[in-house]
């Protein structure tokens, strides 16, 4: 019988200790009974679909064969793509991973639910970076008073499951804690504490035989789950930390990618200053290139495991990132090219990323649509697919995209985007309002803005702000009218700030820094390079 497992899932051991539940979360619990009874009186309901969320972290828009990379190989993901549904202007909410994934969970804006930045990083006086403004306070964990999608596949009688990266609070705000029956890997960390190869050093997934791949062992962990679960609807999300720095692959791997990467051409620089940072403009990273590999391996995983227990007809698969690829800062590991930017940033390499939906049942196979969306949409977009009650007093930033896939259109609306923060990748404190073909980011700094029109500027590369001063005006007070009604919090002046160090402090970064990243990069290339004894011990590019 179904029934009781059901029951011990929903209610475990940990729920039934003595701590605050909020309203909500006690109407979940009888959700959940009340579906787990039905169970145990025979209504099985084995034509409710299950969900496998695939969430990359770092993966940018043309981080993907599927997606144009005439470097990277990822047959398994575009896969997902070719035989579903392929958004081809996807959003994550943020351009870095704890605000976009709070979005995922929630179906809220960072601006409205307060995480505005990764968990860790310093904000007000903390910063001592050499800055204008203080980046903003933001919150630092999962509200436990809001209903996540996980908590809302549980009331309906789902098994939960959560593998790989989760970096949405300390202990006491990890996923067993919002709704996930089970845990394996996902913690408070954002990067894997021991690397991508086994030891992990990881406090809630055990360590493999030395030298396991850690997206392997993830995804390895999603299929065992579905094993076990088949019979029983279920929502699992694989949250892999891959393709986040350490950059690190076998050396079979970095040496046939070696092999591939494509010559630079004579006196062409693999990287440009951009305003603050240096800017990788070549995907040739061999080390980067054999990381995306493996995942794409991984993934084969589980869709293979969904393929062998005939679960696939009737399983909606989401493939996502939560920010753009990293051209600057950390690893400098790959290039988005044609969109500006990457990871951290404002412009469209941010915050574009693969989107795709398969779900055979209902979806044909190489579907595209251009409506933007973003990772806020996917909670009540899966609940509506699974015929599930929405929660619009929850998910209120997100929509329901099942209009789209059944043929038709949603509602015209404004994305927004908050980042009152300084971003390791070079980023600068903004806002950003798109609706229709404009896009308007506000800077905090000192309050200008710039307007591009992306039907026709993708790469935004013209700034219309000044010759359409009326566009600029429009936007700018919707934006700043959104971000009042939601509580959003700004920066405020920096009293230490020093015009002349942080001249001084660019200078640096974007002359000598730059030359060693033009030389590092150049070794990885080069037959005799080796980063460590081992090849799965961690190395990092200089910053």
Not at 165 to 176: F, I, N, R, T
Not at 406 to 433: F, T, V
Request: charged share 25%; aromatic share 10%; glycine share 10%.
């Amino acid at each position: 019988m179904q029934a009781p497992i059901c029951i011990l899932n929903s209610i475990n051991d940990s729920e039934m200790k003595a701590r605050f539940y909020p309203p909500q979360k006690l109407l979940g619990v009888a959700f959940t009974l009340v579906a787990c009874l039905g169970l145990a009186s025979g209504q099985l309901n084995a034509a409710k679909p299950n969900v496998v969320l695939i969430l990359m972290d770092d993966m940018g828009a043309h981080d993907l064969s599927g997606e144009g990379s005439t470097f990277y190989q990822s047959p398994n993901i575009d896969s997902i793509a070719a035989e579903g549904l392929r958004f081809k202007n996807g959003y994550a909410t943020c351009c870095v991973c704890s605000p976009s994934r709070a979005s995922i969970q929630l179906g809220t804006f960072p601006a409205r639910n307060g995480i505005t930045d990764w968990i860790g990083a310093k904000s007000g006086l903390e910063w001592t970076r050499p800055n204008r403004v203080l980046p903003a306070e933001y919150e630092h964990r999962l509200p436990d008073e809001d209903v996540t999608i996980a908590e809302a596949f549980r009331e309906a009688g789902y098994g939960t499951f959560f593998a790989g990266k989760w970096h949405l609070g300390d202990k006491g705000s990890w996923p067993d804690d919002h709704g996930y029956d089970e845990n394996k890997g996902g913690h408070d960390r954002g990067s894997p504490p021991g690397g991508f190869f086994s030891p992990y050093k990881n406090p809630v997934l055990e360590d493999g035989p030395p030298g396991e791949s850690l997206p392997i062992r993830l995804a390895e962990e999603t299929a065992d789950y579905i094993r076990r679960h088949q019979d029983q609807p279920f929502f699992a999300m694989l949250s892999f930390y891959s393709v986040h720095a350490p950059v690190q692959t076998t050396k079979p791997l970095w040496q046939k990618y070696r092999e591939l990467a494509p010559e630079l051409p004579e006196g062409q620089e693999r990287f440009k200053v951009d305003r603050t940072l240096p800017v990788r403009q070549v995907q040739d990273h061999p080390v980067y290139a054999g990381m995306v590999e493996t995942v794409d391996d991984a993934v084969g995983v589980v869709l293979e495991t969904l393929e062998e227990l005939e679960l696939a007809e009737n399983t909606i698969v989401v493939f996502t990132s939560d920010n753009g690829g990293v051209s600057s800062g950390d690893a400098y590991a790959t290039s988005n090219l044609p969109l500006r930017g990457g990871k951290g940033r404002q412009w469209e390499g941010g915050i574009r990323e693969p989107l795709y939906i398969r779900f055979p049942a209902a979806i044909k196979a190489g579907s595209e649509d251009a409506t933007p969306v973003t990772g806020a949409d996917l909670y009540p977009t899966l609940l509506d697919l699974c015929g599930l009650p929405l929660k619009p007093q929850q998910h209120v930033d997100g929509v329901s995209l099942k209009p789209i896939i059944e043929g038709g259109s949603i509602d015209e609306r404004p994305l927004y985007w908050h980042y009152p923060h300084y971003g390791n990748q070079g980023g600068e404190p903004n806002a950003i309002i798109q609706l229709q073909r404009w896009k308007l980011i506000h800077y905090f700094e000192d309050g200008r803005n710039e307007l591009y029109d992306l039907d026709n500027d993708a790469g935004e590369t013209s700034d219309l702000s000044l010759s359409n001063p009326a566009k600029t005006q429009q936007l700018w007070q919707q934006l700043d009218q959104w971000l009042t009604e939601v509580g959003a919090k700004r920066p405020e002046p920096d009293p230490r700030y020093d015009p002349k160090q942080t001249q001084e402090y660019y200078r640096r970064i974007q002359t000598a820094n730059k030359q060693r990243l033009e030389d590092f990069h150049q070794r990885i290339l080069k037959a005799n390079w080796q980063p460590n004894a081992e090849w799965w011990g961690s190395f990092q590019t200089v910053d």
